[in-house]
């Protein structure tokens, strides 16, 4: 059967959906739960990786850089629960980096503005225009979050197989609507998709080894041959290519590893005018 990832622009409505979905269609459940073992495994504090999640990067957010971090190490153990089918993920931001994996089914869900106010602000309810506002400000900071990282705007319908306003709609009928769907034949895992999903994983994982040294790094798995894009200056590519291909090889399951070096024109620069 289908997994079936929920993105809300509510994480108390993605939890809900996401538990009655575990409920009644039998699914295991990908949440939070995993960021100890993420934390644990790449040596990072479970508060620096839930600030990932719900934090954009700048001046009062995090530091681009580990969130990046913290993002890749969050990704790589997210996509290995994801392995098995008959999952229900929601907020590990897994839109966003589960995507061409015919299998997973993306659901957006989204919540009753008055349910939203209840969420954001601090009395549960307020005027009108004030709601607009506060929901709107919300929403800019989501859609900020999603382009930090994935370079896209998880507000975009295009993202999801299915999108559902709970306006006249109750969450029971949708989750009854999204299992319906997850049924489908479209949605069974296929040895190709299943395949994909063992190649983003490997992706992740490589990426994971370099993104704190290298924090621009592209990494991308087709079949035996696993290619990583980094940032250097020209005098450091044959040393920082030789750093990449040992760091990747450390990854079980990695066979052939291509690395191409972007000139780092603004390193470059710089070094250039001393």
Same mark, same amino acid.
């Given at each position: ?32 739960d995993i960021l100890p073992e993420t934390a644990?495994?790449?040596? $990072?504090? *479970? ?5 990932? !999640?719900? %934090?954009?990067?700048?001046?009062? #957010?995090?530091?681009?850089?580990? /969130? ?38 993306? $659901?957006? *869900? ?5 349910? !939203?106010? %209840?969420?954001?602000?601090?009395? #549960?309810?307020?005027?009108?225009? /004030? ?47 999204? !299992? ?18 063992k190649e983003f994983l490997m992706a992740a ?31 450091n590519a044959k040393k920082y290519s030789a ?32």
């Amino acid at each position: 059967m289908a997994s079936i990832i929920i993105s809300s622009d509510s994480s108390l409505t993605a939890a809900r959906i996401a538990e009655k979905i575990a409920e009644k269609g039998g699914f295991s459940v990908v949440n939070r739960d995993i960021l100890p073992e993420t934390a644990q495994k790449y040596d $990072v504090d *479970v508060a620096q990786l839930k600030k990932a !999640l719900d %934090k954009p990067a700048g001046i009062f #957010g995090m530091p681009a850089k580990l /969130k990046k971090q913290c993002m890749t190490y969050i990704q790589a153990v997210a996509l290995e629960k994801l392995l098995p089918d008959n999952i229900v993920c929601y907020g590990l931001g897994a839109h966003l980096y589960a995507k061409g994996v015919s299998h997973f089914f993306k $659901v957006r *869900v989204l919540t009753r503005p008055e349910q !939203l106010i %209840k969420e954001l602000h601090p009395a #549960g309810t307020a005027p009108e225009n /004030k709601a607009e506002k506060i929901i709107a400000k919300h929403e800019k900071a989501r859609n900020r979050w999603s382009r930090d990282v994935f370079k896209q705007d998880e507000s975009n319908a295009g993202l999801y197989d299915l999108v559902i306003s709970l306006n006249q709609i109750e969450e029971e009928e949708a989750v009854k609507m999204i !299992l319906e769907t997850a049924a489908l034949r479209q949605f069974e895992p296929m040895t190709y998709s299943i395949n994909c999903v063992k190649e983003f994983l490997m992706a992740a994982q490589v990426k994971a080894k370099l993104v704190e040294r290298f924090p621009d790094c592209r990494v991308r798995v087709d079949g035996e041959n696993t290619v990583i894009h980094i940032q250097a200056l020209k005098r450091n590519a044959k040393k920082y290519s030789a750093v990449a291909k040992e760091a990747a090889r450390t990854v079980p399951g990695v066979k052939h590893v291509e690395v191409h070096i972007l000139t780092d024109f603004i390193g470059q620069a710089v070094e250039s005018n001393r």
